[in-house]
């Protein structure tokens, strides 16, 4: 004998049943809900109200204005990017290339499109700094040394 399981229209007869157990221990489902959550639950459930804004500071800086004050330094950032930051605000100024590890060593990647970099140096850069491209860092030649002969070749220490 086979029985033929056909879908009904609206909701079946379990669901409801469930739905109406629900609706009628709604308020110790929330009192269990409050009591694990320290109140959460309830707090969650409330509309919140944005603070009015009062004394607001609107700072509006002109980048053109940094630009020209501009101090340049040359940084080795912990995660391996070398780049050019500005000394009074700590703002990037330019993203010059990355130390990377190869094997034992740390190698120095210049940002050109050659070496894979969206967004590579000016070709004045890149020119001043070709001869570094690759270059390797050792115990010796430290991130300091290296980023103050960047700083040399491009004249900025």
């Known amino acids: 004998m086979v029985e033929i399981i056909s879908k009904r229209d609206g909701p079946r007869r379990e669901d409801m049943q469930v739905k ?3 609706e ?3 308020s110790t489902i929330v009192r269990l809900a409050d009591q694990i959550s320290g109140g959460g639950y309830s707090a969650s459930r409330k509309p919140r109200q944005q603070p009015k804004a009062k004394g607001l500071i ?3 800086g002109s980048s053109a204005a940094t630009v020209a004050d501009a101090k340049p330094t040359i940084q080795v950032t912990m ?3 070398v780049i050019s930051k500005d000394q009074n605000t700590g703002r990037q100024l330019h993203h010059i290339g990355d130390i990377r ?8 990647v210049l940002a050109t499109k050659q070496n894979g970099f969206f967004s590579p140096v000016d070709e004045t ?3 001043a700094l070709a001869d570094l491209d690759g270059s390797r860092l050792a115990a010796t030649y430290t991130e300091e040394q290296f980023a103050a ?3 040399e070749k491009l004249g900025i220490n």
Do not use: M, W
């Open 20 to 22: 109406r157990l629900i």
């Open 149 to 151: 002969d960047i700083g």
């Open 24 to 26: 009628q221990n709604r």
């Open 125 to 127: 850069v890149a020119e």
């Open 101 to 108: 590890n190869r094997g034992e060593e740390q190698i120095f």
């Open 58 to 60: 609107i700072h509006v």
């Open 79 to 81: 995660n391996g990017r």
